[in-house]
């Protein structure tokens, strides 16, 4: 094989793998800009999962003062 053909090769799996990314980039842009997309939220990121598994603010609000008591527990000491 010839250079030119490795070389090509190679930059054609990074423009492949630039444009997978920048879509992944583009979709999350979005959706943390608030942009509406047409359909039902897109369970890709974590900020997404809320959608797909609603959680009691009561037990949020408890884990939430657990993990505020851990955080200052050294203070205390």
Partial sequence: MSYGLILGALFALVVLLGGVG???WWVRRSVHYGRQLPGPPL???SH???AL???DDAAD???T???M???TAWQRE
């Fill in 61 to 63: 609000d408890d884990r």
């Fill in 22 to 24: 920048g879509l992944f």
């Fill in 69 to 71: 008591r851990a955080r």
């Fill in 43 to 45: 369970p890709l990121f």
């Fill in 53 to 55: 598994f609603p959680r």
């Fill in 48 to 50: 997404d999962r809320g």
């Fill in 65 to 67: 003062a657990e993990v």
